[in-house]
């Protein structure tokens, strides 16, 4: 049969016109959410039409985000948990000042500078105060709910569940707290999303069959540059923001293997390598190393042009500091009434409290980490039934590599799979490091 054929017609002229679309594919396309069912494999990555509906469903959970994270985002006018640290830092960045930021130097140089950087920048525009130095956390976090419903409505290829994916996030209790205080854990998911997001973009571009016989020139990727850059400033936010560059590399060798097994030019493996191993050496190992070297210019001190390894070079300072965050991490000895273990953090076994405050009649409020029982404990069903299908998948001898399942699956034991690892144990972890899951 042609491809101008249909059941129950001979072939069509090819100066034919296009067929009438039918009720049912006006409807998956432009019916409330524009909830598109996941295609056949062969097609997962073809190009989805935006519609209106997209623009409500994405202005709908970006403005819920929005309200919830800036109403009243300087209360309580005080120093909340480890803002004592970060909010203080973050003035120091901008102000150099004892006399206004309460210290006389950086104090939590066990962590990368950006995020400091990033809450350096509310404080600059509005002042060291409650909202100055908590309004670069609510940005970041309203930020990655409208990544999120990007990323989500890419994978899924469905607008329906692109809402339901970002609306969760933009009510879920950890995320609406970590947006509302200045630390720095909201911020490697902002980038994390991100990078995650143009990792996928770089999946679906249009391929070529000269282009894909043939090595692709550093520049012709920009979406990959685009995931490395963005990589590299989460893993800059703080150190578990390298996990999302690990589904990134992941799903990149993954998705281009995947893709070479199917198009049936054989020795897919060989053929990645050369013409793929250039790029991702450069742009998702090379490059993210060097945006996160750049957040430590104005930090440390030290004569750039002087070798690497002499003392008193700004490079021997940076290398200094890396040793001396991962000795601390890694040597921490010390115990804190909020940790809690890594297995537990899903169960919502300890919360952690930043703020309390009481009233002369005895009501009090208070400021508390802790997860949804509705999205936490409904996405690990979710994820078990996405587990589920994808190994049903592999025993029907499915290519379940392109598949949604495999997308969701990798994500989850990457991001969060590490801490439960015995040599990643430390002391004093807290459930508010499980936000990147």
């Excluded at 054929?5 to 432009?30: F, H, K, M, V, W």
């Excluded at 403005?63 to 948990?81: Q, S, T």
């Excluded at 490059?287 to 750049?294: A, G, I, R």
């Excluded at 969060?416 to 430390?426: D, N």
Aim: aromatic residues 16%.
């Amino acid at each position: 049969m042609s491809a101008h054929e249909g059941p129950g017609e001979g072939p069509r002229p090819e100066n034919a016109p296009p067929d009438e679309p039918t009720s049912d594919e006006l409807t998956s396309d432009e019916g409330p959410l524009g909830d598109h069912s996941i295609p056949p494999e062969e097609t997962e990555t073809a190009p989805l039409r935006w519609t209106r509906w997209d623009s409500v469903a994405i202005t709908f959970v970006t403005l819920l985000a929005a309200v919830l994270r800036f109403a009243r985002l300087d209360i309580p006018k005080a120093i909340v948990f480890d803002e004592v640290y970060y909010a203080k830092d973050a003035c120091w960045y901008v102000n150099v000042s004892k006399r206004i930021c309460e210290i006389s130097a950086e104090q939590t140089n066990v962590h990368p500078p950006l995020a400091k950087w990033l809450i350096a920048i509310g404080i600059r525009l509005f002042g060291y105060d409650s909202f100055g130095w908590r309004v670069s956390a609510a940005v970041a976090g309203v930020v990655t709910v409208t990544l999120l419903f990007l990323l989500a409505r890419r994978v899924l290829r469905s607008t329906l569940g692109a809402t339901l994916a970002a609306g969760l996030l933009a009510i879920d209790l950890l995320h609406f707290v970590q947006s509302r205080v200045a630390m720095l854990d909201i911020f490697p998911p902002l980038f994390g999303v991100a990078a995650v997001l143009f990792c996928v973009y770089d999946r679906d571009r249009p391929r070529s069959t000269a282009e894909e016989r043939m090595p692709n020139g550093l520049l012709d990727r920009p979406w990959r540059i685009a995931a490395g850059a963005a990589a590299g400033a989460a893993v800059a936010c703080k150190w578990p923001g390298a996990f999302y560059l690990a589904i990134v590399l992941f799903l990149t060798c993954v998705w281009e293997i995947s893709y070479r097994r199917k198009d049936g030019l054989g020795k897919p493996v060989t053929r990645f390598l050369r013409e793929e191993a250039a790029t991702i050496f450069v742009w998702l190992l090379i490059f993210p190393l060097v945006v996160y070297v750049f957040t430590f210019v104005g930090r440390l001190d030290g004569e750039f042009l002087a070798a690497p390894w002499k003392v008193g070079s700004w490079w021997r300072s940076w290398w200094d500091r890396q040793v001396y965050m991962y000795s601390f991490h890694r040597y921490l000895n010390a115990t804190h009434g909020y940790e809690s273990p890594p297995w537990s953090w899903f169960l919502l076994k300890r919360p952690v409290s930043y703020y309390i405050s009481y009233a002369p009649n005895g009501d009090y409020g208070e400021v508390m980490s802790t997860g949804s029982p509705f999205v936490w404990w409904a996405g690990l069903l979710a994820v078990a039934y996405v587990a589920w299908r994808w190994i049903a998948g592999l025993f029907k001898r499915r290519d379940g590599r392109w598949r949604a399942e495999s997308f969701v699956l990798a994500g989850f034991v990457l991001s969060y799979g590490p801490w439960l690892l015995p040599f990643s144990h430390r002391e004093a972890v807290f459930n508010f490091y499980v936000l990147p899951a």
